[in-house]
């Protein structure tokens, strides 16, 4: 149980295009899903969290018009990167807090890897 | 206050051996440290987690260890195996907010 996807795995486009990730709790209701963003060999760096039916809350320094974040049930949160530019280049991942269980787990999707040429 | 510093940043050991990879935060507000295994190109996986109740956990070859007093806490990987070489993440939870903070990481190389 307690399985998180995402889609696409990887995805190139050109600069200025929008790009859409989508994170789904396969098995569970997540009352709370995070996106992190993840450089090569760093560590994980929160962007926003979210929480269905509400508007997101994004961390200092990240753009929300830039990073969209919609979460429109207890298994869907999308991540839209808009106008994308190379330095927008990275591995996505999203994680869901379950809403039965303990409010601390956090279960990680696979990541999605994009590239702006 | 709300980092989680890790140590080594990378580590190698022979097969069979014990792996130890620390931690330590300053937050007292944070109740929950989780410890993630991460493959190349793949997302974190929840190997094992702690809560300040206890000072100790196991589960199969892995343990956290866990020092309330030095605001510490390790993860040992008994008999490692070259399938465990991938980076492990530290993280502390708790607090006001429901968010996880993550160690810097430790890049982990079991040679056979």
């Known amino acids: 149980g307690a399985v998180v996807s995402q889609h696409p795995s990887r995805v190139i486009c050109k600069s200025g295009t929008s790009v859409k990730i989508e994170c789904r709790s396969l098995?569970?209701?997540?009352?709370?899903m995070f996106w992190y963003r993840q450089f090569p060999k760093k560590s994980l760096m929160l962007m926003a969290t979210?929480?269905?039916?509400?508007?997101?809350?994004?961390e200092q320094g990240v753009e929300k018009d830039k990073f969209l974040i919609n979460h429109a049930s207890l298994t869907l949160s999308t991540l839209t990167v808009t106008s994308a530019h190379p330095e927008d280049s990275s591995f996505y991942i999203c994680?869901?807090?379950?809403?039965?269980?303990?409010?601390?787990?956090?279960?990680f999707g696979p990541g999605t890897r994009l590239t702006v040429l | 206050q709300q980092q989680v510093k890790q140590s080594p940043q990378s580590l190698i050991v022979q097969k069979g051996g014990i792996s130890i990879i620390n931690c330590a935060y300053e937050?007292?507000?944070?109740?929950?440290f989780p410890w993630y295994q991460q493959f190349p190109g793949k997302g974190p996986a929840l190997l094992i987690a702690?809560?300040?109740?206890?000072s100790e956990k196991k589960e199969g070859r892995f343990t956290i260890s866990f020092n309330k007093s030095a605001k510490q806490f390790s993860l040992h990987i008994m008999d490692s195996q070259p399938g465990d070489s991938a980076t492990y993440f530290c993280?502390?939870?708790?607090?006001?907010?429901?968010?996880?903070?993550f160690g810097t990481g430790t890049l982990l190389a079991v040679q056979p």
């Open positions: 993280a502390a939870l708790g607090g006001a907010t429901n968010k996880l903070i």
């Open positions: 937050n007292t507000a944070f109740d929950y």
């Open positions: 702690i809560r300040p109740d206890v």
């Open positions: 098995d569970f209701q997540a009352t709370t």
């Open positions: 979210s929480n269905e039916g509400s508007k997101a809350t994004y």
């Open positions: 994680s869901a807090s379950p809403l039965a269980g303990s409010r601390d787990e956090q279960f």
